[in-house]
Every structure is written in C-alpha cells, then in structure tokens.
C-alpha cells in the first residue's frame, strides 16, 4: 500500500468523521423503510411526496453524510488543509445535517410549507458553513496538490447544488414555482458535480492506493474534473436558455455530452486500472467499485437512449430507472467501497498512532481485514447487488417488485451499519484505555 502524497500525520481524531459514517446508514434504511410503505406509488412519478423524500433521505441522509465526514477527514491528509476546531464544527454540522435532512424529508412526505421551511433555516447554513469552513481551509493551505484542486471544485458544485436546492424548494409550493427543468439542473448538479466530482477526486488516491492499481492517466488526473466542472457550467447556462424557450432543447443536450463522455471516460479508465491490478486477490471494494462503474456506464447508455428517442425519455419508467441506476448504483456502490477501505484504515491508523503514545510500540493491533472483515462485506455486497437489480426491475413492474425490492434494501443498509458499527466496536475496545 502507498501512502505517497498523503500527510497522515495532519489526520484528525477518528471521531470527527465516524459519527457521520455510523449514521449514514439509517437514512438509507428510512429511505428503503418509506419507498415500501408507499409501495408501487411510490415511483409512479419523481414528483410524488414520497419519491421526493426518499431520495433526499439517499442524497442529503446517506450520500452527503458520508461525503461531509470525507471532507473533514480528507482535507488535512489529501490537500494539508487543517480546519481550525474541527470538534466543534464536526459536531455542529452533523446536528444541523441530521436535523435538516429529517425535517426535509418530512416537508415533502407530508406537503407543509411550513416543515420545508424550518428545514432551509437549518439546512442552507449548516451545507454553506460547510462550504465556507472547507474552501477557506483548502485556500489557506501551504500548498495545493491535485487532490486539494478537486476537493475546491467538489466544493464549488456543491454550492450551486445547496443554491438551486434552497430556490426550488421556498418556491416548492407557491403558486409561482419554477419550471420543472430546473429540478434537472439542481439534480445534475448535486449528483454529477457534488457526488460525482467527489468520488473522481477520492479515486485518484483510493484505488491505486487500496486496490493495488496503476495510477490514473494524466488526462483523468489532472484535468477531468476541471473538464466536467467547466461543462456542468455551459450546459447550465445553455440550459437556462433552454427552459426560457430562446434555446430549442437539442442545444442542451449537445451541451450535455461533454459530461456524459467524461464520466464514461472515468468508469472506462477505473475498470481497466482494475483489470490490471497487480493483486488478484478476490476484495469485496472492487466488486462494489464494478458494480458502481457498471451502473454509472448503463445510466449514460440510458441518457443517449432517451435523448435520441424522445419517446423513451417521456415514458414514466425512463427518470425512476435512470435514478436508480445513478443514485444507488453509482452512488451507493462507490461509497460502501470506499467505507469498507476507509474506515478500517482509519481505525487502524488510530490505534496504530494510540500504540506509540501509549509507549508500547510493540502492541499488536488487528489488521484491516479483521477490522472489517471481508466475509461480511461480501455478504452485504451480495444484499446491495440483489437489492439493486431488483429495485431496477420495479421502476418497470412496480406492482408485483417495490415492496419486495424496497425492503430487500433496507435489509441491505442495515447489514452495512452493523458493519460500520462492528468496526467501531472493535476499534472503542482496543483503543478504550490509549489516547487517541
């Protein structure tokens, strides 16, 4: 494993990001728990209460819990960035996102104005401070490697996400509510430029460092997220034209291609790396990273599909399929990847630290995989997997498939928390009596 370009010295205590890792996966049990009470309704459009809480208890709940306690951890290792009383601004920023998220979620299952209000108050500071607390870290390092460039422009998307999102929803309800399109660019956004620029970020590091791969070529190293970010802006102006009808909507779809080929580019280039691992060893992260490329690759063939063939793209099944592939195909998938990785290493890396405070540098401490271990990771991969096909399937049948494919997923989450849990466990226990 190497750790070149990483300061690990600079990384903060483990509790700073495990509280937001340890509750990311009830939101998704929420999630799964909502879409099969609300059962074959549930996806008959992306517009209904129950739709539009869902997926924000997956985007803000799970992915964004994750991603927020990624930051805080990654910053001072990836990029030298250090945040000045990270305890307390861990913890003020996991209320307000848990809190904000909950109150969300409800806003839009029960239809009150009044609830979606409340939660803008405490979300829109919380995600702003968020953005502001990082980015003045990252312009304040000694130094600003490529991981830190990326980390910047993940921040960047994130504020157009938090922007547009507080927009569309003050006027959610208002007789006066944007044109629908507008949900699109929120939605690109928050998953191809947030989500997505986040985990090309993360990969340049994660997956030579964990898998045993070659290094990402210079073209994905160095400028892909830069060529992304700079396209989600064109077509975000192009498609503001468009919904004002001084465009005809084919321009925004040429606009988007550049978006769609660099995250092809991305899923092509991480499969191949993988394919020529220097370990072939069976590891449960590059099945989970597969099956994220996979779906990331299936979700772009859908996209060209439906914008070549206009009636696909009408059909009702065309969005639920095309979120579901996107938001837990990709999202999901990369992100149990990485945890199964991160949080290990992280715990590792802690009680190795706690071991030389302790004075007793020859202490035994278990390795990763005893950490989290690779019997159970693959049990939850096989539940993920399963519940994803069949969560694909009930966009076209939901009848007979939501119910069943919804509760599968929630299984699926709850064996990934008692997953993290376990590694926390194990980790309290060994470093109950050390500093850490």
């Known amino acids: 494993m190497s750790y070149a370009g990483l300061s690990l010295d600079e990384a903060p205590p483990f509790s700073i990001s495990l509280r937001f890792f340890l509750s990311a996966p009830p939101f998704g049990i929420a999630a799964a728990l909502l879409l099969a009470w609300a059962g074959p309704q549930a996806l008959a459009s992306r517009w209904t209460p129950a739709a ?7 985007t803000l709940g799970y992915l964004t819990m994750v991603m927020a306690g990624a930051i805080l951890q990654l910053l001072p290792v990836l990029a030298g960035a250090r945040i000045a009383r990270t305890r307390a601004v861990s913890a003020g920023l996991y209320v307000l996102l848990c809190a904000g998220t909950v109150l969300l979620a409800v806003g839009f299952l029960t239809i009150s104005r009044t609830t979606l209000h409340w939660a803008l108050v405490i979300l829109i500071p919380a995600l702003a401070a968020l953005i502001l607390i990082a980015g003045g870290a990252l312009y304040g390092a000694p130094s600003r490697p490529q991981s830190g460039r990326g980390l910047g422009l993940t921040l960047a998307a994130l504020g157009v996400t938090l922007t547009l999102g507080a927009w569309l929803a003050e ?3 208002t007789p006066h509510a944007p044109a629908l399109a507008w949900t699109d ?10 989500v997505g620029l986040l985990v090309i970020t993360v990969a340049r590091q994660v997956v030579p460092m964990f898998q045993m791969t070659p290094a990402y070529p210079v073209l994905s190293d160095r400028w892909l997220a830069r060529a992304i970010f700079l396209s989600l802006v064109v ?5 503001g034209f468009a919904i004002d009808g001084r465009l005809p909507p084919w321009v ?25 691992r220097r370990r072939r060893l069976p590891d449960v992260t590059v099945a989970y990273w597969r099956l994220g490329m996979g779906c990331l690759l299936l979700a772009i063939g859908l996209w060209l599909a439906g914008s070549a063939i206009p009636a696909l793209a009408r059909n009702p099944h065309y969005a639920p399929l095309l979120g579901v592939l996107v938001i837990l195909g990709f999202g999901v998938s990369v992100i149990h990847g990485m945890l199964c990785k991160i949080l290990p290493f992280l715990a590792w890396l ?7 405070a302790s004075g007793n540098p020859r202490a035994t401490i278990p390795s990763m995989k ?18 994803l096909v069949l969560l694909c399937a009930a966009t076209l049948w939901p ?3 939501m119910r069943p494919a919804a509760l599968l997923l929630a299984v699926a989450f709850a064996e990934f928390w008692r997953l993290t849990i376990g590694t926390a466990w194990r980790y309290r226990r060994l470093a109950r009596s050390a500093p850490t």
């Open 350 to 356: 802690h009680l190795h630290r706690a071991r030389f």
């Open 252 to 276: 925004s779809v040429l606009a988007a291609l550049p978006i769609a080929l660099g995250y092809g580019w991305f899923a092509a280039a991480t499969l191949w790396l993988q394919h020529r």
């Open 235 to 239: 077509w975000s102006v192009i498609m």
């Open 52 to 58: 539009l809480a869902a997926v924000h208890l997956m």
């Open 185 to 194: 660019v929120h939605l690109v956004w928050g998953l191809l430029g947030w």
């Open 370 to 387: 005893e950490l989290l271990p690779q019997r159970a990771a693959r049990r939850q991969f096989r539940l993920q997997a399963l519940s």
């Open 171 to 173: 006027r959610y309800l």
């Open 399 to 401: 009848a007979v498939l």
